[in-house]
Nanobody, 121 residues
């Protein structure tokens, strides 16, 4: 059974940095798309960053130049380096992946449980 586990959230002051990690585990054959989403209180979940299996990346406009998504295929892990954090970045951050598993499960979508990021002085 495949699962995604995030870590690295916390409380940080404006202008600070955090690094989120999301590790996929289970009977994984390959992972294509890996993404980070976030959801602030009272708002819809929104896409923050996306990385493909060939390391092509895209970012939401509001994080361009501040956030960097990367992945370690050997460890089935995706990262989100967040710099110059602002109070409006406060949200629960979720990782998402499209995974092919041993046993014939292809292109199945998985979500992590979420990790809280709070930017406040």
């Amino acid at each position: 059974q495949v699962q995604l586990v995030e870590s690295g959230g916390g409380l940080v002051q404006p202008g600070g940095s955090l690094r989120l990690s999301c590790a996929a585990s289970g009977s994984i054959l390959s992972i294509s798309s890996m993404r980070w989403y976030r959801q602030a209180p009272g708002k819809q979940r929104e896409l923050v960053a996306h990385i493909t299996s060939s390391d092509s990346t895209t970012y939401a406009d509001y994080v361009k130049g501040r956030f960097t998504i990367s992945r370690d295929n050997a460890e089935n892990t995706v990262y989100l380096e967040m710099n110059s954090l602002k109070p409006e970045d406060t949200a629960v951050y979720y990782c998402y992946a499209v995974i092919n598993s041993y046993g014939g499960s292809f292109n199945k979508h998985y979500w992590g449980q979420g990790t809280q990021v709070t930017v406040s002085s």
